[in-house]
């Protein structure tokens, strides 16, 4: 079993950058495709981005262009990018093994007007 633990989120201004980890242990997530979600209050929880274990990724439209997704599979863990930001990426944002279908605990990202 892996463990996903997400770090670096906070209290950003609209217009600011972020970038937010997810480490990983108990396993190796290298050969893992990866992904991260994010759900509002009152909301559902959605899909924002995932990365094959080449390198290969893909991202909702709402945030293509803002978000990069990478990996570092020397220190196990993947990132999450996040510029341009707009009061209405504020969310918990979970990190996601694709293979073992393992969930982070989340991290808060607010952004203000």
């Known amino acids: 079993q892996v463990q996903l633990v997400e770090s670096g989120g906070g209290l950003v201004q609209a217009g600011g950058s972020l970038t937010i980890s997810c480490a990983a242990s108990?396993?190796?997530?290298?050969?893992?495709?990866m992904a991260w979600y994010r759900q509002a209050p009152g909301k559902t929880r959605d899909w924002v981005a995932h990365?094959?274990?080449?390198?290969?990724?893909d991202y909702a439209d709402s945030v293509k262009g803002r978000f990069t997704i990478s990996r570092d599979n020397v220190k196990n863990t993947v990132y999450l990018e996040i510029r341009s930001l707009k009061p209405e990426d504020t969310a918990v944002y979970y990190c996601?093994?694709?293979?073992?279908?393992?969930w982070g605990q989340g991290t808060q990202v607010t952004v203000s007007s």
């Open positions: 996601r093994d694709y293979v073992l279908g393992s």
């Open positions: 108990g396993s190796i997530i290298s050969s893992h495709a």
């Open positions: 990365i094959a274990s080449g390198g290969m990724a």
